[in-house]
């Protein structure tokens, strides 16, 4: 089945105002007293910059007018002259306030951004490991990267652009309308209703294309980070130019969207360009008439020209922003829409922190399936006492990892209840519960960062000295020290600078650091070799003494020590003993154990036979 892409998990389009209504909190923050009077000055000023700019034709139309009149020398020498210096200083003062108005929002609108990203990125923190392993992490990525822009931009175009011209619209016709009569506030109005109407529709149809843009966009992105997370598989198969083909039909599809979109884009602004010059025209055709019949002066054509070039230019910009606006609100819409996904597992309301007594650990008729139409886990009930070591072990896919999921309450169990210290691990909270367990896994991935970091990541507030403690502990101290730059050497993508063994040690001192009171280990040593696979088995008997321990294992001379092994055959537990009682029994377990001893002897005659080979070559070329 195809992953799901992030977004809404409802059928069609988020509705615009809703998308909006999610936004409204972060600019007006619960208890940010301080970012709610921001706002409130920036609004002040807003108004007082678009006042200042209304004044300004009116100045330069009496300017004119003083300048057209017959009279003295100095009367056409001063009055002009305070008119301009009036000019001047309403021009200067609708830019100081637009200034200080953008200077004054500023912090509202980056505190929304990063209250936004946060709240998104805490809760994609708290959705089930199911919806992590459905969604493509690229594509969320994106979704939140493009999400958190789209908020700036809202929040700054549409306060600050959109609105103070629908202001400045709604003075310029009254100012029209009370100067020269409805007919011209009439023919703004309609230029400017006729002007919305055609961007409206038009850009409602073209959001279809930025739509299929965002989706190829995200997929292209999420299949580049895929293959580079994945370069040396790349290379082993030599696939590049398949990796090559897959990212290229990725911007195939974003190239046609996007030339779709563009052609569609013409089609708006020529539209736009016709309804403007329109507006424009009729406007001063009447204007003109006015001069001409002397009901109105020089300065009134001037004025009339002056406002309606003021008022219809910054349209043009105006149908940017609301395209601009559009596409925000498509690109919110998908990080907002993570927002609605339910998390699966959540805390119970009256939720408690777990309280550690010894650490018991008991599963009691556990069921479990990821699909109802399979099920993994089937009446699973076993008990680990406190301070001992119980083993699972079985094929793969007989449902080993889905214990140590399920204890970790990265899933709920579907039926029965799993215990510690008699505390039903439902009823306590999830981060209480986490920090009670501490895991080392089979594929140990690490941060791209020092290993200092990896292993106090266990505890970030630890101390250098405890970190080194752990790092003794988990017997790759002496590795660290011998590297160039010690404890800062960084590990590289997922931890790839360092070898399998290298990494598993970092892993447990990270978990010894956590010093949590039950440790898991899942199949912590299955990709090692024999020799290093020994160095880790030691580790771990070490870090585990005194603490309740569930180890899920393949090899089963990593357990033989447990005190007690369950063996697990499609989801039910069919044997449980210990080694020695398990081998005697005869049944899966002895059989398992005879085929991977014969397998191991086998190897060891091929390693034997090898190196009697090549101790022979030696001989004869001495």
């Not at 001069?291 to 002066?297: A, D, H, L, P, Q």
Request: hydrophobic fraction near 45%; charged fraction near 20%.
């Amino acid at each position: 089945m195809r992953p799901r892409e992030p977004g809404p998990t409802h059928d069609g389009p988020r509705n615009d105002l809703k998308t909006i209504q999610t936004m409204v909190p972060y600019l007006w923050p619960a208890n940010e007293w301080t970012l709610k009077a921001r706002v409130v000055v920036a609004v002040v000023l807003l108004i007082l910059a678009k006042i200042a700019n209304v004044v300004v034709p009116i100045f330069y139309k009496h300017a004119v007018d003083a300048l057209s009149m017959t009279g003295t020398t100095a009367t056409i020498i001063a009055v002009p002259l305070a008119l301009l210096v009036g000019y001047g200083a309403a021009r200067v003062l609708s830019q100081a306030f637009g200034e200080l108005r953008d200077a004054v929002f500023t912090r509202v609108a980056q505190r929304a951004i990063r209250l936004a990203g946060l709240k998104t990125f805490r809760h994609l923190h708290a959705l089930s490991l199911r919806f992590h392993l459905d969604r493509k992490t690229g594509g969320i990525a994106r979704a939140v990267e493009r999400g958190t822009k789209g908020i700036e931009f809202l929040l700054r175009f549409m306060l600050f652009n959109v609105v103070p011209t629908l202001l400045e619209v709604l003075l310029v016709c009254g100012i029209l309308w009370n100067f020269y009569g409805w007919k011209y506030a009439f023919v703004s109005f309609a230029t400017l209703g006729i002007y919305i109407a055609w961007t409206t529709l038009i850009t409602e149809w073209r959001i279809k294309f930025r739509r299929a843009m965002n989706e190829t966009d995200s997929e292209a992105n999420t299949k580049a980070i895929d293959s580079l997370l994945n370069f040396e598989t790349v290379k082993y198969f030599g696939n590049e130019d398949h990796e090559a083909k897959r990212f290229d039909q990725a911007l195939m599809g974003y190239e046609e969207a996007a030339v779709k979109s563009g052609g569609s884009l013409a089609i708006l602004n020529i539209g736009q360009g016709v309804i403007i010059a329109t507006g424009v025209t009729v406007s001063m055709v009447m204007a003109g008439q006015g001069v001409v019949s002397r009901t109105m002066t020089i300065g009134d054509f001037v004025l009339v020209n002056a406002y309606l070039i003021q008022m219809f230019m910054p349209l043009n910009f105006l149908g940017f922003v609301y395209r601009e606006i559009k596409r925000s609100l498509t690109d919110m819409e998908t990080m907002f829409g993570l927002l609605e996904e339910n998390a699966e597992v959540e805390d119970a309301p009256d939720a408690v922190p777990l309280a550690i007594r010894g650490g018991e650990v008991e599963f009691r008729q556990v069921a479990f399936n990821y699909d109802p139409r399979r099920a993994i886990l089937n009446d699973i009930s076993f008990t680990v006492p406190p301070g001992k070591t119980v083993a699972i072990v079985g094929a793969s896919g007989a449902g080993k990892s889905t214990i140590s999921r399920l204890l970790f309450r990265f899933y709920d169990a579907t039926g029965g209840g799993i215990l510690i210290d008699g505390q039903d691990v439902r009823t306590v909270t999830q981060k209480s519960l986490r920090a009670a367990i501490g895991m080392v896994p089979q594929d140990t991935v690490l941060f791209n960062d020092t290993i200092y970091y990896n292993i106090a990541y266990g505890r970030p507030g630890a101390t250098p000295a405890e970190v080194e403690a752990a790092a003794r502990l988990a017997h790759i101290h002496d590795f660290i020290m011998k590297l160039p730059d010690g404890y800062q050497s960084t590990v590289g993508e997922r931890g790839l600078k360092l070898s399998g063994g290298e990494r598993q040690r970092v892993a447990i001192a990270r978990t010894v650091l956590k010093q949590p009171h039950i440790m898991i280990f899942d199949e912590a040593t299955s990709a090692l070799d024999s020799q290093t696979e020994q160095g880790i088995l030691a580790a771990l008997k070490e870090v585990s003494k005194g603490r309740t321990t569930l180890t899920i294992a393949h090899r089963l001379s990593t357990v033989i020590e447990a005190d007690e092994i369950l063996v697990l055959d499609q989801g039910a537990v069919v044997e449980r003993g210990t080694h020695i009682a398990l081998l005697a029994l005869g049944g899966k377990y002895a059989d398992m154990w005879a085929r991977q001893q014969a397998a191991a002897e086998a190897q060891l005659k091929v390693e034997a036979a090898t190196a009697s080979k090549d101790e022979k070559f030696s001989t004869e070329h001495a």
